[in-house]
């Protein structure tokens, strides 16, 4: 069976954070799913899905680009949860300053600094005024989709330069592997101020 995590952010930072930490987190990355919106056919990811090699987790992204109604990102989600042979084993749901009014659950939210919270966190990674909540694009679906684990962030490989690429998108790579550890693929990395 193969195992993915969602990611609610395609543009191009989000794509150049991801690769770069994806091989060092023994993950692999669907850069086909990048856009902003997302294009790609939700038949079309699942064939991709299924054609990847290597038995590790498939990061995908997914970007409705502040469309108000269900979106072919959102779309996209719900068809892959929907196939038997695929297991979604968490989402990084990506904070935005959207007018669609979005929100989805979260389990922990990762801010700028690195530091996990009960709370959500903004565009900017900064601590929001909502315990367990995070607006963004791209995100209202996942409460639908009952995933294991949700782990809100700012903009990836923004937030003020915080993730940027060229420091390791250090944010990002906290939250992909939060998910990883909770899902049983890697033992947990966190600072004993972060517990």
């Not at 939250?175 to 947990?188: K, Q, T």
């Amino acid at each position: 069976m193969k195992k993915v995590i969602f990611v609610t952010d395609g543009d191009l930072a989000s794509k150049k954070a991801l690769e770069h930490i994806a091989q060092d987190l023994q993950c692999t990355v669907l850069s086909a799913s990048h856009g902003n919106p997302t294009t790609i056919d939700p038949e079309e990811l699942v064939d991709l899905i299924k054609l990847e090699k290597e038995d590790i987790p498939i990061i995908i992204m997914f970007d409705d680009c502040g469309i108000r109604d269900v979106g072919f990102g959102e779309t996209a989600m719900h068809y892959i949860v929907s196939q038997e042979d695929i297991e979604v084993i968490g989402a990084v749901a990506v904070a935005s300053q959207t007018h669609a009014k979005e929100w989805t659950h979260v389990d922990v939210s990762v801010d700028r600094f690195g530091h996990l919270s009960e709370y959500g966190v903004d565009k900017e990674g900064l601590i929001d005024m909502e315990i367990g909540r995070i607006n963004g694009d791209t995100v209202s679906i996942l409460d639908d989709l009952n995933l294991p684990c949700v782990v809100g962030i700012g903009d990836i490989g923004k937030m003020a330069r915080f993730d940027d690429v060229k420091k390791g998108a250090p944010i990002t790579r906290k939250a992909i592997e939060i998910i990883l550890e909770r899902s049983g693929y890697s033992e947990p990395n966190f600072e004993a101020d972060d517990i």
